[in-house]
């Protein structure tokens, strides 16, 4: 699992290799990840969107941003969480994956929150180190 904390805003990401959803003689290879947002602060908070950045093994990137996640923009009052579990597909059997997501505050105060860089291994490829 991998962890990242904001402003007492804790984002744990679990991420998971699907092989019934990818073909190597395709080069189509998918993760499922399951993000966990928790409110340890004192006020209630808005996720209103999310900035991705996805890298395959040959080192090339991909940016997604839109609004909310999962077609939701949740609020979380303090000691509340929201769940959800999200997909990615890749071209090469590794990659990782970084982000943000924009949060607003009851007051409407604007401020970003990390999502931790986490990575994406297929279980059943051989690694090469050099």
Same mark, same amino acid.
């Given at each position: 699992?991998?962890?990242?904390?904001? #402003? /007492?805003?804790?984002?744990?990401?679990?991420?998971?290799?699907s092989p019934e959803q990818s073909?190597? !003689?395709?080069? #189509?290879?998918?993760? @499922?990840?399951?993000?966990?947002? *928790?409110?340890?602060?004192?006020?209630? =908070?808005?996720? #209103?969107? %999310?900035?991705?950045?996805?890298? !395959?093994?040959?080192? %090339?990137?991909? $940016? =997604? %941003?839109?609004?909310?996640v999962i077609g939701e923009q949740? =609020?979380? @009052?303090?000691?509340?969480?929201? $769940?959800? *579990?999200?997909?990615?597909?890749?071209?090469? @059997?590794?990659?990782?994956? *970084?982000? #943000?997501?924009?949060?607003?505050?009851?007051?409407?105060? %604007?401020? $970003?929150? !990390?999502?931790? *860089?986490?990575?994406? !291994?297929?279980?059943?490829? /051989?690694? =090469?180190?050099?």
């Amino acid at each position: 699992m991998y962890r990242a904390i904001t #402003r /007492k805003i804790e984002v744990t990401v679990e991420p998971s290799f699907s092989p019934e959803q990818s073909s190597a !003689d395709q080069s #189509r290879f998918f993760w @499922a990840y399951t993000v966990v947002i *928790t409110n340890n602060g004192d006020e209630t =908070v808005q996720l #209103r969107s %999310r900035h991705w950045i996805i890298t !395959d093994a040959a080192g %090339r990137q991909q $940016e =997604v %941003r839109g609004e909310g996640v999962i077609g939701e923009q949740p =609020v979380l @009052a303090p000691g509340e969480h929201f $769940e959800y *579990t999200s997909g990615v597909p890749l071209s090469t @059997a590794s990659g990782f994956m *970084t982000g #943000r997501y924009q949060m607003v505050t009851d007051s409407g105060e %604007r401020f $970003e929150i !990390d999502v931790p *860089t986490f990575s994406l !291994d297929n279980p059943h490829h /051989k690694r =090469v180190l050099n």
